[in-house]
């Protein structure tokens, strides 16, 4: 009958080593070579889906300039009340300059503040000119002719409110009830004028100085 002995065999330490730091330098450069390559596929992804973005919003401030464009063309062709359509023209001017500048806002973002001090100008000129529109309808520019129309539907006019604390029936006469909410409402619309771009300014001003909320 025949025994086998097995003999063991020792390794050096050193060899262990060495083949351990050969695997943790090999699972370290995988490990960097996948972090790498997902952050370049994110990018791709980030620069498609910007691209997209930019193509859709820039599709749009097209059609939306060409729809307003068209409008004013046809106002110019019709040019027979001058008075009125100047002013309908301004308001018009509102939908390509909104668009644009935010369209620019959006592909160079550095530069939004500035663009959006300008559509917050604009605005305020657009409200301006809308209430003077008002007016040239109702009154052909004549601000008393409008107080005039009110007043002789003022059952329908609604009590002033804020700083005119009146009611109704505490009024002389139906024309200064008319008055005094023409009065109301020019007030609040150079409210609006006065502090929209003032307050874009301070905001821009605010930015620069790294002023946080």
Same mark, same amino acid.
């Given at each position: 009958m025949r025994y086998r002995y097995s003999r063991s065999v020792v390794v050096p330490s050193c060899i262990f080593s060495e083949a351990q730091s050969e695997i943790d330098e090999e699972v #370290?450069?995988?490990k960097t070579d996948v972090d790498t390559y997902v952050e370049y596929t994110n990018e791709q992804f980030s620069s498609e889906n910007s691209f997209m973005l930019y193509q859709l919003s820039g599709t749009l401030m097209l059609i %939306? %300039? /060409?729809i307003s464009l068209w409008h004013i063309t046809a106002h110019l062709r019709h040019f027979h009340q001058p008075f009125i359509q100047r002013k309908i023209l301004a308001i018009l001017w509102m939908a390509p300059i909104y668009s644009v500048t935010s369209w620019l806002s959006l592909v160079f973002s550095p530069v939004a503040g500035y663009l959006s001090l300008i559509k917050d100008c604009y605005e305020a000129y657009a409200i301006y000119t809308f209430f003077a529109f008002l007016i040239a309808v109702l009154g052909k520019g004549n601000r008393n002719a409008v107080v005039a129309l009110l007043a002789q539907h003022s059952e329908? /006019? &609604?009590e002033p409110v804020g700083f005119l604390c009146f009611t109704k029936d505490e009024y002389e006469? $139906?024309?200064r009830l #008319? /008055?005094? =909410? =023409?009065? &109301?409402? &020019?007030f609040f619309c150079m409210q609006f004028v006065l /502090?929209? $771009?003032?307050? %874009?300014i301070t905001m821009l001003v605010l930015e620069k100085v790294n002023v946080k909320d």
């Open positions: #370290a450069r995988v %939306g %300039g /060409l329908h /006019l &609604q006469s $139906p024309y #008319a /008055l005094t =909410i =023409i009065n &109301q409402c &020019q /502090l929209k $771009p003032f307050i %874009g």
